[in-house]
């Protein structure tokens, strides 16, 4: 039986892939606005042998079937570099027709592994990572606890790029607040068009119990963007996006599902963002406390 500990989060572009766990927890885990590791387990990296063991199993139940393979949990770039790249070689040796590896990667973890490391990566397997960028604004950043900044964040992304290995880059809007949203869209598009990611996706900003955010927001130490205010936002950031690049917003947090290719799609989008601004904002999703 395949073993897993912990929460098990993927992303959404993700719900057809096979999921091995590989790192449980994450080693970062202070992010303000995360609730997800807060009350444990603990990280630490899975024994490569483990893991090799539940790819075997896999093999079993699947066959040769597999197409692609997510790695959790939520940082799972911070392995070693051998053993990340011991499982992914072993994964494409038992799945010959495996197309995709992707795993979770936080800028700093993936700034560490250097250009050489990620394109040993590269060449063991991995295809895609998935970043939580949130922010473009170095305040921001500070104040969630992110743990790295823009000018990391733009280094990561364009070794990973360099190293031929797809990503898929995260904002979070509404994440400056009422306080710092101009500056949150104008920075986070100056970040993504440095970066130049394969595909942005958005996310809303919804405070999760358990969170610093959350006792923030009680305190009335930080202000909610209402639906308007964050529909006003997701335009200045799109406006100011000039690089080529695929949007998603694939998630239950967002007022709006926005999607299509940039810049082609760019004028479409806009319009799509004016006309929800005519909505009466009664007619958006209704605030909550997210509880996973």
């Known amino acids: ?45 899975r024994p490569v042998k483990e893991i090799c063991e ?3 199993e896999a093999r079993r139940i699947y066959g040769d079937t597999v ?18 790249c011991a499982i992914c070689r072993f994964a494409m040796e038992k799945f010959p027709r495996l197309q995709r590896i992707t795993v979770y990667g936080s800028s700093q973890f993936v700034a560490e592994k250097g250009l050489e490391g990620l394109k040993e990566l590269r060449e063991a397997g991995l295809t895609r990572i998935h970043v939580g960028l949130e922010s473009g604004d170095d305040e921001i950043l500070k104040r969630v606890k992110k743990g790295t900044t823009a000018s990391e964040q733009i280094h990561a992304g364009r070794m990973a790029r360099e190293a031929g290995i797809e990503l898929s ?71 100011n996006i ?13 007022y709006l599902n926005l999607s299509g290719r940039l810049p082609e799609d760019k004028e479409r989008l806009l319009a799509e963002i004016d006309r929800a601004l005519c909505r009466d904002e009664s007619s958006f999703r209704p605030f909550f406390v997210g509880t996973e």
């Open 67 to 84: 197409r692609s393979l997510f790695f959790p949990a939520g940082n799972t770039i911070a392995m070693p570099n051998d053993d990340l």
């Open 169 to 239: 880059e995260y904002v979070i809007l509404g994440l400056g607040g009422a306080e710092r949203t101009q500056a949150h869209a104008l920075a986070t598009a100056e970040a993504i068009n440095a970066i130049e990611p394969d595909f942005l996706r958005l996310r809303t900003l919804v405070p999760k119990i358990n969170t610093f955010l959350l006792h923030q927001i009680r305190k009335e130490r930080f202000r909610l963007l209402s639906p308007h205010q964050v529909l006003r936002e997701t335009r200045l950031l799109l406006e």
């Open 1 to 45: 039986m395949m073993r897993y500990e912990g929460p098990i989060y993927r992303p959404p572009s993700e719900a057809e892939s096979l999921l091995v766990q590989a790192t449980i927890g994450c080693p970062h885990n202070k992010c303000t606005f995360c609730m997800v590791y807060k009350k444990g387990p603990a990280y630490r990296v």
């Open 242 to 254: 000039l690089c080529r690049t695929v949007l998603a917003s694939d998630h239950y947090t967002n």
């Open 54 to 56: 539940d790819i075997e």
